[in-house]
C-alpha cells in the first residue's frame, strides 16, 4: 500500500512542492500521444478537457485482480479519446505526471479504490477536475491523493511553487483537510483512536429530510462512551457516523484487510464482527468469460487467491461469508440482493464496499459505497465519516404503462437537465409520487440502486404500507415489528430539499441507454435504425430480483403462446440475483419457460455486469443488450451495450434488435 508521509502543515511551512509533469486527459488521442511522448502542453481553458470519467476507464476491471505496485502499470488504460485508447500499459509512469488534469463528474461509477490507487502507484499526487464523484474523492484523500477544483494551481506548479495547504484542501470539510494532512485515513484514524475526540456538529433542532433524520441517529458523540445520536443535523455537517451494518465482497475484502493488516499488524481485531458480512458474488463465473490470453498472465488463478483470502480473512475473524452454492455453480446471492432480502432494516444505515450500495434503500434505510480504506477503517472503528449532503426530492407523478418499468424511469432521469448540470451529484435522492407508491419493492430497489449512476450519495423511498408487507412477507418478520420500524421515518414538514424535480411518468415510454454510458438515454421509438442484437443479458442486481424475472417470463411465456422463441443469432442469458430468486422461478415454472423460449439460466452472480461472467461480449462489433446499472467502455466486454428493461430486453432476443415490449400484441397472440 502507499506509504504517503502526509501534508503536514506543522512539516512544511513552504507548503506542498509538487515535482513532475502535469497531464491533460483530453479529447484529442493525439494530444495525449505528444504528452506521452515526452511533449508539454500549454494549459488554456479552450483545451478540450474529458468529462464523465468512469473507474471503469482510470482501470479497467480486469486488472483489480492485483493490488499492488503493479497497478501503476495501468492508469488510463481504458481512457476514450474520441474513438481510441490510446495510453497504453506503463505510459503514464513513464512520463513522470505527478498532476492529472480532467473536467467535470470525475470518478463516476464504481467504488473501487484501485482506480485511483493505480494513479497513486503510477505517481500522481494530485488531481485536478471541475468537479468529483463523491467515492472516488474520499478515496483519493483516504489514500492521501490531494485533489483540487482550482486550475490556477496549474502553473504555478510548473514554476516550481510551493502550494500552502490550506488552499490545497480549501472547501473541504474539516475531517477531510485532517486526513489529507496526516497522509491517508489509516493515519488519521491512528491519530484519531489515541485522542478519541470526535465531536457532532453543533445542530440545532430543524426540519429534517428522511436521510438527515436517519444520519443524526446515526452520529457518533463519543466512540468510548458509545454514544450515538444528535437532535439533528444538517447539509454541510462532517462527521462519523455509526454503521449497522458492514458489507464487502471478494473483488475488495483482500484488498481491505491487506491494507488494515499492513498499517495495524496482523493481531488487528474487528469491532463487532456479527454487524460485517461478506460475499463471494463477483468472480464466480469468472472462469467461463475470462479470455485465453487473460487467462495466460495468470488472472484467473490471481482471481481465485482473492475468493481465498477473503475465505481466510472470514474465518480468522469469525465473519459471515455468504460464498459459493455447495451443490450447484454460482453464489448465494448478489451482495445487494442479499442485504435487502435479509439484512437491512428501515431506518438503518449500511455502508458496502460497492457503489450500487443504495439497493437497500428501498425500504427506506441509508446505504451507501465506500472504498476499501474507508470499508478497512471501519471494520475496527465501526463507523465513517460523513459530510451531510443536500437531499433533493425526486417525484414521479402518474401511473407507468404496463410496459414501463423502473429501470425506464431512472433512464428517463439521467437525462433530465438537473442530472446533465450534475445537481444531482452527491446527494441524498428521495423518491416519491404516485408511481413509486404503486411499485413494489423490487421496482423501488431499481430506482435507489441506480442511485449511483445519477452520481448520488445514495437513494431511498419513504417506508410505507408496501414496505411492511414485504418485511412480512420476505422476512417473516411480526407486523407490529414491521409497523415500529417505519413508524418514524419520514420527513419532517418544511424539510428542506435543494431540488424537487418532478416528471409524469405516464409520458414515459421504453427506453434505452445507447452505449458509453447509462445517461445516453433514448426512447425505443426514437432509435432511427434497427439496433441487431448478438447478446441478451437479464441479470445484475437491477435485472436479477424476482419481479424482473416475471417479466421476463411474461415476454416469452406469451411469445411460446405464439409458437416464437429466441432469434437463434441472439445467444440469450438469464441470471437470478439471489438463491431465493431461483426458487422462486422454480415454483412460478418460469425455469421451464425459460428453456423452452431458448434462453440460458444461470445461477446466482455478478457475473457479466462486472465483465467476469456468461454474457459479456467478446469483440467490439457484437451488440449487446442489458439490464446492468452502466455501460461504461469495456465494463462488460469490448462491444457495444445497450441498456434496456426486462421487458425491453426479453422482447428485444425475441425479436434479434431492439424494439419494445408491446403488451397488447402479446395478449392478442397468448389469447385463446
Known amino acids: 500500500m502507499p506509504s504517503a508521509t502526509g501534508h503536514r502543515k506543522g512539516s512544511a511551512s513552504d507548503g506542498v512542492r509538487l515535482t513532475g509533469r502535469i497531464l491533460f486527459l483530453t479529447e484529442d488521442p493525439t494530444l495525449l500521444e505528444r504528452q506521452l511522448s515526452g511533449e508539454d502542453l500549454e494549459w488554456s ?16 476491471v480486469y486488472r483489480m485482480y492485483q493490488f499492488d505496485e503493479r497497478l501503476g502499470d495501468y492508469p488510463y488504460e481504458r481512457l476514450r479519446a474520441g474513438n481510441q485508447f490510446p495510453i497504453s500499459p506503463g505510459a503514464v509512469r513513464k512520463g513522470g505526471f505527478v498532476v492529472s488534469v480532467s473536467a467535470s463528474r470525475r470518478g463516476k461509477g464504481s467504488s473501487r479504490e484501485h482506480a485511483p490507487l493505480a494513479e497513486w502507484y503510477a505517481g500522481v499526487r494530485l488531481v485536478i477536475a471541475e468537479s468529483f464523484e463523491r467515492i472516488y474523492r474520499e478515496n483519493c484523500h483516504n ?24 488552499e490545497l484542501v480549501e472547501g473541504l470539510d474539516p475531517i477531510s483537510a485532517a486526513i489529507i494532512e496526516h497522509g491517508g485515513l489509516f493515519a488519521f484514524a491512528a491519530a484519531r483512536m489515541r ?23 446515526h452520529f457518533v458523540v463519543n466512540a468510548a462512551a458509545a454514544r450515538v445520536g444528535v437532535p439533528a443535523v444538517k447539509p454541510g455537517d462532517s ?65 481465485h487467491s482473492l475468493a481465498l483470502a477473503q475465505q481466510h480473512f472470514a474465518a480468522e475473524h469469525g465473519i459471515r461469508l455468504h460464498g459459493d452454492q455447495p451443490d450447484r455453480k454460482g453464489s448465494e446471492g448478489i451482495n445487494h440482493n442479499r442485504v435487502l432480502e435479509s439484512y437491512a432494516n428501515p431506518g438503518d444505515f449500511v455502508v458496502s464496499a460497492d457503489s450500487h450500495a443504495p439497493h437497500a434503500g428501498a425500504i427506506g434505510c441509508i446505504a451507501i459505497g465506500v472504498g476499501s480504506t474507508a470499508m478497512a477503517g471501519s471494520w475496527i472503528t465501526r463507523d465513517v465519516h460523513v459530510v451531510v449532503p443536500e437531499t433533493v426530492r425526486v417525484r414521479f407523478t402518474g401511473r407507468v404503462a404496463s410496459n414501463v418499468t423502473a429501470k425506464d424511469l431512472v433512464l428517463f432521469l439521467l437525462r433530465h437537465p438537473a442530472v446533465k448540470a450534475g445537481r444531482l451529484v452527491g446527494r441524498i435522492i428521495e423518491y416519491d409520487g404516485e408511481a413509486v407508491a404503486r411499485f413494489d419493492i423490487d421496482e423501488r430497489a431499481t430506482l435507489t440502486n441506480m442511485a449511483a449512476e445519477l452520481g448520488a450519495f445514495t437513494g431511498l423511498v419513504v417506508p410505507d404500507h408496501v414496505t411492511i408487507d414485504y418485511l412480512r412477507s420476505a422476512r417473516g418478520m411480526s407486523g407490529e415489528r414491521a409497523a415500529a420500524l417505519c413508524s418514524d421515518l419520514r420527513p419532517d414538514a418544511g424539510a428542506t430539499y435543494s431540488e424537487s424535480p418532478t416528471i409524469d411518468a ?29 447478446i441478451a443479458f437479464g441479470g445484475s442486481c437491477t435485472g436479477s430480483k424476482a419481479s424482473d424475472m416475471d417479466m421476463y417470463a411474461r415476454v416469452f411465456a406469451a411469445a411460446l403462446a405464439a409458437g416464437k422463441r429466441i432469434d437463434p443469432r441472439v445467444q440469450c442469458y438469464i441470471q437470478a440475483g439471489s438463491v431465493a430468486v431461483r426458487q422462486h422461478c422454480e415454483a412460478r415454472g418460469h425455469l421451464e419457460v425459460f428453456h423452452a423460449v431458448g434462453a440460458r439460466f444461470l445461477e446466482p452472480g455478478c457475473g457479466a455486469c462486472c465483465n467476469a461472467g456468461p454474457g459479456v461480449s ?18 462488460s466486454g469490448p462491444g457495444q451495450v445497450y441498456l434496456a428493461s426486462p421487458y425491453t430486453l426479453a422482447a428485444s432476443a425475441l425479436a434479434g434488435k431492439i424494439v419494445a415490449f408491446d403488451p397488447q400484441a402479446s395478449e392478442q397472440t397468448s389469447s385463446p
Open 45 to 60: 481553458p479552450a483545451l478540450r478537457l474529458r468529462s464523465d470519467i468512469s473507474t471503469d476507464e482510470i482501470l479497467p
Open 143 to 166: 489514500l492521501g491523493i490531494l485533489t483540487s477544483k482550482d486550475f490556477g494551481l496549474i502553473g504555478r506548479i510548473r514554476r516550481g511553487d510551493a502550494i500552502p495547504f490550506a
Open 195 to 217: 485522542s478519541d475526540e470526535t465531536v457532532p456538529p453543533p445542530t440545532a433542532p430543524r426540519p429534517q429530510t428522511l436521510g438527515e433524520k436517519i444520519l443524526a441517529r
Open 239 to 303: 462527521g462519523f457516523v455509526r454503521t449497522d451494518l458492514r458489507v464487502s465482497h471478494d473483488y475488495i475484502t483482500g484488498m481491505a484487510a491487506g491494507m488494515l493488516q499492513g498499517y495495524l499488524g496482523r493481531d488487528v481485531r474487528m469491532n463487532d464482527p456479527a454487524s460485517i458480512v461478506l460475499f463471494r458474488d463477483h468472480l464466480t463465473f469468472l472462469d467461463e468469460a475470462i479470455t485465453p490470453a487473460r487467462r495466460a498472465t495468470g488472472l484467473l488463478d490471481a482471481a
Open 506 to 534: 405516464s409520458a414515459v415510454r421504453p427506453m434505452v441507454a445507447l452505449p458509453g454510458d447509462p445517461g445516453n438515454g433514448i426512447c425505443v421509438d426514437e432509435l432511427v435504425d434497427d439496433v441487431r442484437i448478438d
Open 618 to 635: 467478446t469483440a467490439p462489433e457484437q451488440v449487446t443488450v442489458s439490464t446492468i446499472n452502466r455501460n461504461f467502455p469495456g465494463r
